[in-house]
């Protein structure tokens, strides 16, 4: 496999995208992303990510020099260079991440020295988890590192910035955990390294409301869409370590996981253990939409 990536109007292999040292994105971190997955080798939610990257510009005070169209002809240009390449004709989706950055400046903080904002669009193999992850559930472990506070950067700001997740993340598999679960500053529950949390409890549905700080998960917001339809009762709540702990069920969701039980808390289980009904509802009733939406016309 060979993955494709766009930078600055070109698109090439891997050992051609480069970016300059002094782009402020390398230095500090200064830009925002997106992971969009395909299904039959179309990006998924697209427009609800080009949004939330608008979204998350704007609150670092980017400019995005594109408009949505340009944007989808990148993505669409990248990725049909992806499958053209020879090595990659057996691959049925794709990763991408597309990211922009402050662009090239001055070693300091003024954005005004910075020139053109950079935009990179990564295509490389989707890899999927194993079938094994969905039917037996994962392990996570609540980590010492707490989720950014809203004041500093804010978890809605899908930040290139990620150094706070990674080092979370990094507990939680020093512990032998699939993710970490983080907390807020008041100790409440947040979300994930690398997703969105819920827990159900008496047949009942519940995630953390935004104002806990977490980001605003595209699949989170679908998985909310859903429970209507899957006759699942669901409510945004301040959630704690104990209604994790105590819960009959439990899951995570991101765009590239869909929804993954969560069986074990540290070395407590989850209910009974294993992968609950309401988690098994939704990503049926999940996995049925995207089919439902993905169809050929
Ligand atoms: N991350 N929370 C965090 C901190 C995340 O990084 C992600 C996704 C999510 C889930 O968001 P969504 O449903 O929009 O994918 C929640 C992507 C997948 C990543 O960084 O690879």
Known sequence: MAIVVYVNGRIGGEQD???????HGFLYGEG??????????????FERHLQRLRRSAQMIALDVPFSDADLADKVRETTA??????????????????LVTRGVGEINYDPSCCGQPSLVIIVKPLVGLPADVYEHGVKVAIVSIVR??????????????LLN????????????????????????????????LFVVKDGHL????????????????????????????????????ADLLNADESFLTSSTQEIVPIVQVDDRPVGDGRPGPVTARLLHAYRQRVREMTAPV
């Open 206 to 241: 519940v995630t953390p409301p935004l104002e806990a700080g977490l980001l605003s998960g595209i699949t989170r917001g679908f998985v909310l869409e859903l429970c209507p339809g899957a006759d699942v009762p669901v409510e945004q709540k301040v959630l704690r370590d």
């Open 17 to 23: 995208a480069v970016i300059s040292v002094l782009d």
């Open 165 to 196: 997740n990674a080092l979370a993340a990094q507990e939680a598999y020093r512990r032998g955990a699939f993710d970490a679960v983080l907390r807020n500053y008041r100790g409440e529950i947040a979300e994930c390294s690398i997703a969105n």
């Open 148 to 161: 950014n506070h809203p004041c500093s950067i804010n978890p809605l700001i899908k930040s290139n910035n």
């Open 32 to 45: 925002v992303y997106e992971v969009v997955r395909t299904y039959d080798r179309r990006p998924f939610l």
């Open 81 to 98: 260079a992806f499958f053209e390449h020879p090595d990659n004709r057996s691959v049925a989706d794709v990763y991408v991440r597309v």
